[in-house]
């Protein structure tokens, strides 16, 4: 069973189009992480969310919790090729250190 | 500035032979340590992760092993590769200091032949 799951898999958008990446699960976090990775490197943290409902901005990205911490969006505004990328959702499983990951979104931003 | 390193950067071994994969980190001390392997632009399965000098925890029963002989050395092992272990193998730590959240290797891309 998979833990926590991305959607959509693949997204190829246009330049300066906006979009919506999802991470869901039936179980509830303390806390969400997003990354993003580059091919052929690892992953790097984009943002950590906390409380339910919380929103964080990072210049064009967007991150929310949801209300009942089981589930986040990222919102990318004005894409740019700067964010093809591979980005993955990751949560700490409940009294241990176990970081899990998500499915992951692929994104490919066409100039 | 903490900093880690993973070594090698692509390795191409043959089915059957051994190997060895590690994994240092500089400026820190008693860091959380993890295994991840990556299938080509999926998600990262954790392999295994340890919380001090000689305490692996394996999450996935396989044909690879992880040891932790040093507080900032990490160590990925198999007697004997199998195809199915091709893939990207990440090392990352964590904590104390940084909760909830991961610093990453650049990664081995491994090719078992």
């Known amino acids: 069973t998979q833990l926590l799951e991305q959607s959509p898999q693949f997204l190829s958008i246009q330049e300066g189009e906006n979009l919506t990446v999802y991470c869901n699960s039936s179980?509830?976090?303390?806390?969400l992480q997003w990354y993003r990775q580059e091919p052929g490197e690892g992953p790097v943290l984009l943002v950590t969310?906390?409380?339910?409902?919380e929103v964080k901005k990072l210049k064009r990205l967007t991150f929310q919790f949801g209300d009942a911490r089981k589930d986040s969006s990222l919102h990318i505004t004005a894409a740019q090729t700067g964010d093809t990328g591979l980005y993955l959702c990751?949560?700490?499983?409940?009294?241990?250190?176990?970081?899990?990951f998500g499915t992951g979104t692929r994104l490919k931003v066409l100039a | 500035s903490q900093t880690i390193h993973q070594w090698p950067a692509t390795l191409v071994q043959p089915v059957g032979s051994p190997l060895s994969l590690e994994c240092t980190v500089e400026g820190t001390s008693n860091p959380n340590l993890y295994w991840y392997r990556q299938a080509a632009g999926r998600g990262l399965q954790l392999l295994f992760y340890s919380v001090g000098i000689g305490q692996i925890s394996s999450e996935v029963p396989q044909n690879l092993s992880a040891s932790r002989p040093q507080d900032r050395q990490f160590i990925l092992s198999s007697k004997k590769l199998l195809l199915s272990d091709s893939g990207f193998y990440l090392c990352a730590w964590g904590g104390p200091g940084t909760v909830e959240k991961l610093f990453f290797g650049s990664g081995t891309q491994l090719s078992v032949l």
């Open positions: 969310v906390v409380t339910g409902g």
């Open positions: 990751a949560v700490i499983t409940s009294g241990t250190y176990k970081y899990i």
């Open positions: 179980s509830v976090f303390s806390s």
